[in-house]
């Protein structure tokens, strides 16, 4: 193994179920229903699905749901305003705790 | 099974082969691949360099075949087409002989001097325009189209307009092409056209009547480029991982017949790209033309193939599912 990621594992995904087959088949299927139109079209959850993706920081996930992204009709100005939703997030939950810190200061100081 | 290509298997899994046309209801000519533009998913190879122009006494050959039987529409391509000499010609005849006339135009073309005056001709001619019309954003456009032509098609398409084309019950039909600008699938045909027509008329004031959402094939250019960018393999993977039978068994080679400038005839233009000529007992040129044994002939297969049963399946006229 020369790298920790590579584009060819992407699609050895399902090898993880050869430990626990019937788990496997359970997230199979639920992840399925999870992305299948609902109360969300399938382009909706697709746009979800590429911020969290940059949230996590999941290469695999950036990948696939980029491409997601364009079959399902989205164009880069929306998949971009996608990715600043997860970055004002991520930014955001790192800038609040600044309050846990005032906080744990206001605590020690006289 | 072991002389059959991939495809084929495929085809024969879902008890399609042998594929075999079911008539011909569209009479597709290439009349030459010279073209003002050189766009990276070409799968023409199309350019200005480009010297294959069919000639006049092949047209002639085209409406004798069109006066000897009842093929009701003819599907005119390039190249830009419009930059054969006798274009103008070889539409009036077919309309002389009431034929339906569609022209897949690249738009660019109707901005050039000598072409300015086209829009009005495919009005009088009563032309249905379908127009290569990649993408509503400028730079995903350009990006696969070259610099400077958005604007242009944008010109060309508020001209088309100006005329009555794109106007519901204006008789003109304006008819817009999205092929993807890289190595992935189209998006559904539906909710695309929905797109389109609010972002078209949202953020310049045009309208259209369809929208086709064509996939890129793995030959030509494209092939190039997913070589160059090391996309081939995992593009085969997703077309041929999306093999729909019921797109695949309703595929435009069925009742499409393609003819090369040269009179070469083909199942349709992909294959004519790649040299792969009509087979299995049927005329291969236009000499020899026979509309009994062309209308059910054994469609040539290939690798390829899998461009047009992927998904919702595509063809000249868009989504076939």
Same mark, same amino acid.
């Given at each position: 193994?020369?790298?920790?990621?590579?584009?060819?594992?992407?699609?050895?995904?399902?090898?993880?179920?050869?430990?626990?087959?019937? !788990?496997? /088949?359970?997230?199979? $299927?639920?992840?399925?229903?999870?992305?299948?139109?609902? %109360?969300?079209?399938? *382009?909706?959850? =697709?746009?979800?699905?590429?911020?969290?993706?940059?949230?996590?920081?999941?290469?695999?996930?950036?990948?696939?749901?980029?491409?997601?992204? !364009?079959? /399902?009709?989205?164009? $880069?100005?929306?998949?971009?305003?996608?990715?600043?939703? %997860?970055?004002?997030? *991520?930014?955001? =939950?790192?800038?609040?705790?600044?309050?846990?810190?005032?906080?744990?200061?206001?605590?020690?100081?006289? | 099974?072991?002389?059959?290509?991939?495809?084929?298997?495929?085809?024969?899994?879902?008890?399609?082969?042998?594929?075999?046309?079911?008539?011909?209801?569209?009479?597709?000519?290439?009349?030459?691949?010279?073209?003002?533009?050189?766009?990276?998913?070409?799968?023409?190879?199309?350019?200005?360099?480009?010297?294959?122009?069919?000639?006049?006494?092949?047209?002639?050959?085209?409406?004798?075949?069109?006066?000897?039987?009842?093929?009701?529409?003819?599907?005119?391509?390039?190249?830009?087409?419009?930059?054969?000499?006798?274009?103008?010609?070889?539409?009036?005849?077919?309309?002389?002989?009431?034929?339906?006339?569609?022209?897949?135009?690249?738009?660019?073309?109707?901005?050039?001097?000598?072409?300015?005056?086209?829009?009005?001709?495919?009005?009088?001619?009563?032309?249905?325009?379908?127009?290569?019309?990649?993408?509503?954003?400028?730079?995903?456009?350009?990006?696969?189209?070259?610099?400077?032509?958005?604007?242009?098609?944008?010109?060309?398409?508020?001209?088309?307009?100006?005329?009555?084309?794109?106007?519901?019950?204006?008789?003109?039909?304006?008819?817009?092409?999205?092929?993807?600008?890289?190595?992935?699938?189209?998006?559904?045909?539906?909710?695309?056209?929905?797109?389109?027509?609010?972002?078209?008329?949202?953020?310049?004031?045009?309208?259209?009547?369809?929208?086709?959402?064509?996939?890129?094939?793995?030959?030509?250019?494209?092939?190039?480029?997913?070589?160059?960018?090391?996309?081939?393999?995992?593009?085969?993977?997703?077309?041929?991982?999306?093999?729909?039978?019921?797109?695949?068994?309703?595929?435009?080679?069925?009742?499409?017949?393609?003819?090369?400038?040269?009179?070469?005839?083909?199942?349709?233009?992909?294959?004519?790209?790649?040299?792969?000529?009509?087979?299995?007992?049927?005329?291969?040129?236009?000499?020899?033309?026979?509309?009994?044994?062309?209308?059910?002939?054994?469609?040539?297969?290939?690798?390829?193939?899998?461009?047009?049963?992927?998904?919702?399946?595509?063809?000249?006229?868009?989504?076939?599912?």
């Amino acid at each position: 193994m020369k790298t920790y990621y590579s584009p060819e594992d992407l699609s050895k995904f399902p090898t993880i179920g050869e430990g626990a087959p019937e !788990l496997w /088949k359970k997230f199979s $299927e639920w992840y399925g229903a999870v992305f299948a139109e609902g %109360a969300l079209s399938e *382009r909706e959850k =697709a746009l979800i699905a590429l911020a969290v993706a940059h949230a996590v920081q999941c290469p695999y996930c950036i990948d696939a749901y980029t491409q997601t992204c !364009l079959e /399902k009709g989205s164009n $880069e100005e929306q998949m971009t305003e996608a990715v600043h939703v %997860a970055a004002a997030i *991520r930014g955001g =939950a790192s800038l609040v705790h600044g309050v846990q810190m005032k906080n744990a200061a206001k605590k020690v100081s006289l | 099974m072991d002389n059959l290509n991939p495809f084929d298997i495929s085809l024969s899994k879902s008890a399609l082969y042998p594929l075999t046309a079911t008539g011909i209801t569209i009479f597709q000519v290439n009349v030459g691949r010279l073209c003002n533009q050189l766009c990276k998913h070409c799968h023409v190879d199309a350019g200005p360099d480009r010297k294959e122009v069919m000639q006049k006494n092949t047209m002639e050959a085209c409406l004798d075949i069109i006066e000897k039987t009842d093929i009701p529409t003819i599907d005119i391509t390039g190249g830009a087409p419009e930059m054969n000499p006798n274009f103008r010609w070889f539409i009036k005849e077919f309309r002389k002989r009431g034929r339906h006339v569609m022209v897949r135009s690249n738009l660019t073309i109707l901005a050039e001097p000598d072409y300015k005056d086209l829009p009005e001709f495919f009005a009088e001619n009563k032309v249905e325009v379908i127009a290569s019309f990649p993408h509503y954003l400028e730079q995903t456009l350009d990006r696969q189209r070259g610099n400077g032509v958005f604007k242009k098609s944008i010109e060309a398409l508020k001209q088309l307009n100006s005329i009555g084309y794109g106007k519901q019950d204006s008789g003109h039909v304006l008819n817009l092409v999205y092929n993807p600008a890289g190595a992935f699938l189209s998006p559904s045909q539906k909710a695309l056209e929905a797109d389109y027509k609010r972002e078209m008329l949202k953020r310049y004031g045009i309208i259209f009547n369809n929208l086709y959402t064509i996939t890129n094939m793995p030959i030509g250019r494209f092939f190039n480029y997913l070589n160059s960018s090391e996309n081939y393999t995992s593009y085969m993977e997703k077309i041929i991982l999306s093999y729909n039978p019921t797109a695949a068994s309703l595929v435009m080679c069925r009742y499409t017949l393609s003819v090369g400038w040269d009179g070469s005839l083909y199942d349709c233009d992909f294959n004519q790209m790649l040299g792969m000529k009509v087979n299995h007992g049927a005329p291969s040129h236009i000499k020899a033309f026979d509309i009994a044994r062309l209308c059910n002939r054994q469609i040539v297969t290939g690798i390829h193939c899998y461009g047009c049963t992927a998904g919702g399946g595509s063809s000249c006229g868009g989504a076939v599912t």
